[in-house]
């Protein structure tokens, strides 16, 4: 029917187009624009008389002849032209049609729309350029997605014509305002690439959520925090603290984590100081147990200043009559400082690497027999990997039982040697100080230290202090001040750049730039590197300073120092850094250029921006220096970071290069964009890199393995197995190359990373990124050029594990499930000891171990019985002997090695109880539910992290976990826990782990 | 009867009396008017509804059509000849159900040697194409079909002498016509072929019987030819042969490009 009801040509009809009675020329047209989409083909050859009509002034249905136009022109593909038709059809053109053409022209109609908006935007004068027809289409667009329901269209579309207005009408008109919004964040981080433009979106997000009935103050929170806005965080959490409801005050404690996490300390530090004091001090300040006790300890905190301020004001004697609100206010804010503060989170990490501590020190000593003594590069790689293993965690057992071996750390080894005690105490900010006292430039007095040690303890104390550094700041400027030695000079410039990160302290900032002024090579370098840490992310114009400076001295080192300087200040500035970034890529100086490499990567840190990515392609295939080339490729690995999926496609030629440096490039490139993701893609891109002709090459393939398949068990992926034994067959092997052994020495390190408890993350949950981890890693991959650097990597480690925590801020005990087999996510198992290439003494070890071990474990099985690996079982006996000699630390290891061979026996569930606190690995989150009957119940849906949790049944006794030990020392010195100590340590009594004795290896 | 139906038939007696009296003035007036009623007739083309009288209407619409175009020869409007022709043509190609016109082939033929005067051969062989080869036999197609074979071969002569054995008698116009497009053409070759011609083997040529026709033409048409001595000049059209050059500066650019574009190849 349909044949017979068709024309088979459209010549008839375009012929009468040409009539000249107007009736017909109507009749012709009103006919072709129904058959079209048929004749199109014959159409087109009669464009220019249609055209003609439509331009023709006295025709009186000249849009339709637009429309015929437009449509013709769709068809051929042209869809510019089609465009511009289909405008001058006006109201013909129907939006609601549901036809490909309608469609198509939408879609381009929006583009164009889009597009326009934001170059008007981007040139600053207010549009007007934009035709207001088109304007009309896509605002009909908005309209029907907005009455039609379909939200996230015109969200997406709002957002890229910039129409603001549409924005908040679609979301307050949406049904689900909360999901809408959350929708809205995430694109806007995906996809608007202008820095300005995103936080315009934000701010209107901030302002819709507020006007909510129920706003969500965890993410308004989040949302300031990227505006940058303390005042209102602080007014927030002052809402929520002043509130009658408790939970109210859990949020605020939750809140004030999440920020924590985002490590911005700048902000923390401004929101802590907007939060108003309470109007009167309660006779009580806190009772104790509160962390109070231990901030007041820590030293000058400001939390501890705000304290005793309020304490002086309750001594005025105006005798308070304690209002019991402001009493509970005052308790609250007490609380919220300390979490602010970041001590919370950073002594809970501790004790928690501290207690779950898994690190394997038969590696370690496999390695250390294997390396040659004589070797010192290898021979500090292995302390490296020791200070990495051990990082944060507190355990300095390997370094204590080899001190003799230790000690053939000479200079610059010897200050890497003592720099490692910082990384392993890491967060130990109440004791840092005294734990490196014995190597810390004695004023004048005792100054027999050797320079390296010296400088060595002032990075350390940097590296404990990093992004924390209040308290130590001003003991590092005066040591950086008090000596000419331009070792020391250097490890104080470290420390004080770490200590003060982002801190853009002025008077900080002239104290290193005099050192700079010294134009001592050693120095100098490490002050360019310490002003940039300093001035992280501020885009001030210090960086011209710099740079200046970089062009007039002669030293390389300092260039590079002042290079790289530079690039962390314009840190997450995106196109406000393009200026200077275009400066440096164009300088005659190949180390400048290097130095613009990194500023592009840090610029555009997880932006995924196409042009910073296009100009990094360009320098890593045309640049004439190698250095350039190595760093361009390595930068996609920062710009790419929060979409790791891309980076093995992006840089998968570049890993073929015939250029080694490219290569290497690549290999960290992948390395640092999918660290701790064990993506599959990434493995076998770094894989045949590992047996590269070139040494280096292998060297940072690696490590960049080793930082992908950080904490992926070899259930989930069994490359994991394969490489660790490629590593041991590395390490093991005599004719291997020195550069490549130091890389599977360093690999392995990372690989068992902060006692097997920690992954490299860069963005926290909240998709914020983690600065203090971005720069780490940043400043971590210059240990090409100068090793020290390699414990940077130490920053950005960040503890796998769900922290419960009750108002108290105290880790109640309370059981979790992770619905997934525990093989997946367990910690590896502990290397069996080598059967071929033992030495005489590692057997009797064992055997007079073993059955020690034996009789204790089959003590625990009753209690395991129920709950078969409870991890608030397993670090009991680590906790009663902290400190521990020899004899019981073997015991520890070998427990280790035993538990898990019971286990196997058994067949494997297929879930798993876990215990707050638990490690929780990344990809193990998915998998974590909360008991129906469970007494706590977070305040937010979150799998790992910190959590506060609510109580349900509050008049119940809480038993504590994890905690209590060290909690309970500090409570009661000398008891049970401490009694077991060895002398020496019974005299530092702290609510810490013990801090281990002072040791010294230099003879 | 539709009262429409009824007023266009009268109208159509009217311009069909017009046109037998040769009042062509009248006869354009009246088919516009004709063709602007028929455009509300549905059962037309393109639409074709169904209706009762369907086939009455599109009887009655290709009747005018095809008045409409014997009305464009007789007053020699090849525009409007082109114009009603495809408006007439799908009533020939999609109309089933309606008696085949006896005027569809003379139509179809004239149509065909329009195209060969406008020297459109492509359309000509597309259109061709499109008839069921019943219809080549038909003399009237058959005469077109011959007149574009002796054009190819270059048998002008035969060309010329076919007007005396046109088929249809409205097509002596396009023989007239068309005898100019054969000295076109002859014009346009002899310009490649020779530098100068006398004016006497110019005249045999063209075709022309007199000098006087052929000066005529010349000035006409071919306002660059020359005569001088006798002799007609064609060189003039020939001066416009430039050599091309080689685009030497962007070759060089864009193998230096390649160069470093291989270099890059990492």
């Known amino acids: 029917m349909a044949a017979a009801t068709m024309v088979s040509s459209a010549g008839g009809l375009l012929a009468m187009l040409n009539e000249t009675h107007p009736a017909l020329k109507l009749h012709a047209l009103s006919n072709l624009n129904a058959f079209v989409d048929y004749f199109w083909p014959e159409i087109s050859t009669s464009v220019p008389i249609i055209e003609s009509l439509y331009e023709d002034e006295e025709f009186d249905q000249r849009p339709l002849a637009a429309l015929l136009v437009s449509k013709v022109f769709y068809y051929l593909g042209e869809l510019n032209d089609s465009l511009s038709y289909a405008l001058g059809a006006g109201h013909l053109f129907d939006v609601s049609e549901d036809s490909d053409y309608v469609h198509t022209l939408l879609a381009k109609a929006i583009d164009e729309y889009a597009s326009l908006n934001t170059k008007a935007a981007e040139a600053h004068n207010e549009s007007a350029t934009v035709d207001p027809r088109l304007e009309a289409i896509v605002e009909r667009m908005l309209d029907k997605c907005i009455v039609d329901g379909k939200y996230q269209q015109a969200i997406g579309m709002a957002i890229e014509c910039r129409r603001l207005d549409k924005l908040e009408e679609a979301i307050t008109r949406s049904d689900n305002a909360h999901a809408t919004i959350s929708y809205c964040i995430d694109i806007s981080h995906s996809f608007v690439n202008r820095r300005e433009y995103r936080r315009e979106v934000l701010q209107l997000l901030v302002k819709v959520y507020q006007q909510l009935p129920s706003p969500d103050y965890l993410s308004i929170c989040q949302r300031l925090m990227f505006l940058d806005e303390p005042d209102g965080v602080a007014s927030i959490l002052e809402k929520l603290l002043r509130s009658e409801n408790k939970e109210d005050a859990l949020l605020a404690f939750q809140i004030a984590f999440d920020l924590v996490e985002n490590e911005h300390q700048a902000f923390l530090l401004s929101v802590r100081n907007g939060l108003p004091s309470p109007k009167s001090q309660p006779s009580e300040p806190v009772h104790s147990g509160s962390p109070e006790p231990g901030s007041v300890q820590s030293g000058n905190t400001t939390t501890t200043e705000d304290v005793q301020m309020t304490n002086g004001s309750q001594v005025d004697g105006n005798a308070p009559s304690p209002d019991p609100r402001e009493a509970i206010y005052a308790e609250r804010i007490t609380k919220i400082r300390g979490i602010l503060s970041g001590e919370n989170s950073i002594q809970l990490t501790l004790q928690f690497l501290y207690s779950h501590n898994k690190s394997d020190l038969l590696v370690l000593k496999t390695i250390k027999q294997s390396v040659e003594m004589r070797n010192s590069v290898c021979h500090s790689a292995t302390i490296y990997t020791n200070a990495i293993m051990h990082a944060g965690t507190t355990v300095d057992t390997f370094l204590r039982e080899n001190l003799d071996w230790l000690s053939r750390a000479t200079n610059w080894a010897k200050f890497s040697a003592t720099a490692g005690l910082g990384v392993i105490h890491r967060g130990h900010l109440k004791q840092g100080r005294s734990l490196m006292a014995p190597y810390l430039p004695q004023g004048g007095a005792g100054g027999g230290g050797s320079p390296y040690s010296e400088g060595g303890a002032l990075y350390a104390l940097g590296l404990i202090h990093a992004n924390h550094g209040e308290g130590i700041k001003q003991f590092l400027r005066d040591s950086l001040r008090s000596t000419n030695v331009e070792v020391i000079q250097h490890g104080a410039c470290l420390g004080l750049g770490l200590a003060s990160l982002g801190t853009a302290d002025n008077d900080v900032f002239d104290d290193i730039k005099n050192v700079l002024y010294t134009d001592s090579a050693v120095a100098g370098e490490a002050a360019g590197i310490s002003m940039g840490l300093l001035m992280v992310g501020t885009a001030s114009e210090k960086a011209g300073e710099m740079l200046a400076y970089a062009h007039e001295t002669q030293h390389e080192k300092i260039i590079r120092g002042l290079a790289l300087g530079i690039a962390l200040t314009v840190y997450g500035r995106e196109e406000e850094a393009d200026t200077l970034i275009e400066q440096m890529t164009r300088d005659q100086d190949p180390i400048l250029r290097y130095g613009g490499m990194y500023a592009l990567a840090l610029a555009y840190q997880g932006t995924g921006n196409n042009k910073a990515i296009r100009q990094l392609l360009h320098f890593a295939v045309s640049d004439v220096s190698d250095d350039v080339r190595r760093t361009a490729v390595l930068a996609l690995g920062f710009v790419l970071y929060a979409d790791p999926e891309q980076t093995p496609r992006i840089v998968s030629l570049l890993s073929e290069s015939y250029n080694p440096h490219v290569r290497y490039g690549a290999a960290l490139a992948v390395g640092i964009s999918c660290a701790g993701t064990g993506l599959s893609e990434a493995i076998s891109l770094l894989e045949p890199l590992t047996s590269d002709v070139v040494d280096f090459v292998r060297q940072g393939a690696l490590i960049a393995m080793a930082m992908v398949m950080i904490q992926i068990s070899e259930a989930s992926d069994s490359r994991v197995g394969a490489f660790r034994r490629q590593l041991e067959k590395i390490i093991l092997d005599k004719h291997e190359d020195t550069m490549s052994k130091m890389g599977a020495i360093l690999a392995s390190g990372i690989l068992d990373a902060g006692g097997r408890n920690v992954t490299i993350k860069l963005l926290s949950k909240t998709k914020h990124d983690k600065i203090t981890a971005v720069v780490g890693l940043a400043v971590f991959s210059q240990f090409w050029y100068w090793y020290p650097l390699i414990y940077f990597i130490s920053l950005s480690f960040s503890p796998t594990a769900f922290i419960g925590l009750n108002y108290d801020l105290k880790v109640p005990s309370f059981e979790f499930l992770s619905h997934a087999k525990p093989s997946l996510f367990e910690y590896p198992k502990p290397t069996t000891v080598p059967t071929a290439t033992s030495t005489a003494k590692l057997p009797t070890a064992v055997l007079s171990t073993s059955a020690r071990a034996k009789a204790r474990a089959s003590k625990k099985e009753l209690e395991k019985a129920n709950a078969p690996k409870t991890s608030g079982a397993e670090p009991s006996p680590a906790v009663t002997s902290p400190g521990k000699g020899k004899s019981s630390d073997k015991d520890g290891d070998s427990m280790q090695v035993d538990i898990p061979a019971e286990k196997k026996a058994e067949p494997e569930p297929s879930f798993e109880i876990l215990t707050n606190p638990a490690r929780v690995v990344p990809a193990q989150e998915k998998y974590i539910k909360f008991l129906e009957e469970s007494r706590y119940v977070p305040v937010k849906s979150a799998q790992s992290g910190f959590v506060l949790l609510k109580d349900l049944r509050p008049n119940e006794p809480e038993v504590l976990s994890l905690t209590d030990a060290p909690s309970s020392a500090a409570s009661n010195p000398g008891g049970s826990a401490t009694g077991q100590q060895s002398s020496a340590a019974a005299m530092a009594v702290d609510e810490e782990p013990a801090p281990p004795q002072p040791f010294e290896f230099t003879p | ?266």
Not at chain 2, 48 to 64: G, S, V, W, Y
Not at chain 2, 70 to 86: G, H, N, T
Not at chain 2, 192 to 215: C, E, G, P, T, W
């Open chain 2, 1 to 266: 009867m539709d009262p429409k139906f009824t007023e266009v038939s009268q109208i159509f007696q009217l311009f069909k009396a017009a046109f037998v009296r040769k009042d062509f003035d009248t006869c354009i007036k009246l088919l516009s008017q004709l063709k602007v009623m028929l455009t509300e007739f549905k059962s037309l083309p393109p639409l074709f509804e169904e209706m009762p009288n369907a086939i009455q209407e599109r009887t009655l619409a290709r009747d005018i059509y095809e008045h409409a175009v014997f009305l464009s020869v007789k007053i020699e409007d090849q525009d409007a000849l082109e114009r009603d022709f495809f408006q007439l043509k799908p009533y020939y190609t999609d109309t089933y159900g309606l008696q085949p016109s006896s005027q569809e082939h003379p139509i179809l033929g004239l149509n065909l040697l329009r195209l060969l005067v406008q020297n459109r051969i492509a359309e000509f062989h597309t259109e061709l194409e499109l008839l069921p080869s019943s219809a080549l036999e038909n003399p009237c197609i058959k005469h077109a079909i011959e007149l574009e074979q002796s054009f190819m071969e270059g048998a002008y002569n035969r060309v010329l002498s076919a007007r005396q054995t046109v088929p249809h008698e409205i097509y002596v116009y396009f023989m007239d016509l068309l005898a100019k497009t054969v000295r076109d053409e002859i014009a346009g070759c002899s310009e490649k072929a020779y530098d100068s011609l006398s004016i006497n083997d110019a005249r045999q040529m063209l075709l022309f019987s007199s000098d006087l026709d052929l000066v005529k033409y010349i000035e006409e048409e071919h306002p660059e030819w020359e005569i001088r001595k006798g002799f007609v000049f064609f060189q003039r059209a020939k001066e416009s042969a430039p050599c091309k050059e080689i685009p030497s500066l962007q070759l060089i650019n864009q193998t230096l490009s390649y160069a470093r574009e291989l270099e890059r190849i990492v």
